[in-house]
């Protein structure tokens, strides 16, 4: 069986030990971003394999922040130029590159996609207003942004896929992100605002964040951590979801509302919630 991929240095433990962190613990051990920077990065891809070219990478954006006060210090935003191999899925249904990709996406449970194009229509990449680069150029200068600091922390949402999808294509062209410390927004959605979102739902001004992010299930309750939806809940826009700079942006927005509610409720007691979360993902987080 292939070995799951796992981030290094990632800031929050692993899943199963989530429940034994206090919220005053994650903000004051977990979320201490002092004289550190932020490196809040998106990447929008062809499909979920970097080892084919033709799920290249289509959009990259990363913002630097600084972990002391959040200013924004520096931005970059590439829109990149399709290879050959890309174009073909694209543009030719009856490729070898079309079959293998449509093969792989009816094995995937729940995929929403029969045709590569619907990818980036999703992903506004035709409407994107930026100068077409190589790929190579873009991991390039986005190694070359987290090289350019001391004390880097990269933060995604579902940062396993955008750091393990960065990995392999940088080394492809014979380059390497460095090892960092990681901070997934996804997990910490997932594991600890909505749980907390879920325990104070009857607070008045709470309820509506509730009520936008509940989805009701044959048997339970389940908070969405989808990073558009947590945007609309708490008022952000989402209108460019799914491109990498509007995606990026609602990392940065959604992170500095979060550190401010946990502050907030930092006495909270969550670990029941989080438990019932844990047990329902345990399938999709394998141990290390």
Wanted: glycine share 2%; hydrophobic share 40%; no cysteine.
């Amino acid at each position: 069986m292939k070995k799951a991929y796992s981030l290094k240095n990632e800031i929050l433990p692993f899943q199963k030990n989530l429940p034994n962190v206090k919220i005053d613990e994650l903000v004051n051990k977990y979320l201490d971003f002092t004289d550190h920077k932020l490196i809040f990065f998106d990447l929008e891809t062809l499909g979920l394999n970097p080892a084919f070219d033709y799920e290249q990478i289509t959009e990259l954006s990363a913002w630097v922040v600084n972990g002391n006060n959040f200013d924004i210090e520096k931005k970059i935003n590439y829109k990149i130029e399709l290879n050959e191999s890309a174009k073909t899925l694209l543009n030719d249904s009856l490729s070898l590159e079309r079959e293998n990709w449509v093969e792989r996406q009816s094995k995937r449970r729940n995929s929403n996609f029969s045709d590569p194009n619907e990818i980036l229509e999703m992903t506004h990449y035709h409407d994107l207003k930026l100068n077409e680069v190589k790929e190579s150029f873009a991991i390039n200068k986005f190694i070359d942004l987290v090289n350019e600091y001391e004390n880097v922390i990269l933060v995604a949402h579902n940062a396993k896929f955008d750091v393990r999808f960065m990995t392999i294509r940088s080394s492809k062209y014979d380059q390497k992100l460095p090892v960092t410390k990681t901070l997934d927004t996804l997990k910490l959605a997932r594991y600890f605002f909505a749980p907390l979102v879920q325990k104070l739902s009857n607070q008045k001004n709470i309820k509506e964040i509730y009520d936008s992010l509940f989805r009701q299930h044959k048997d339970f309750v389940h908070i969405s951590s989808k990073l558009g939806e947590i945007a609309n809940a708490l008022n952000i826009n989402s209108e460019d979801w799914h491109s990498a700079d509007a995606d990026v942006y609602m990392m940065y927005e959604i992170l500095k509302y979060m550190l401010m509610f946990f502050k907030t409720h930092k006495n909270e007691d969550i670990k029941s919630y989080q438990i019932k979360i844990l047990k329902r993902n345990i399938g999709k987080y394998k141990s290390k």
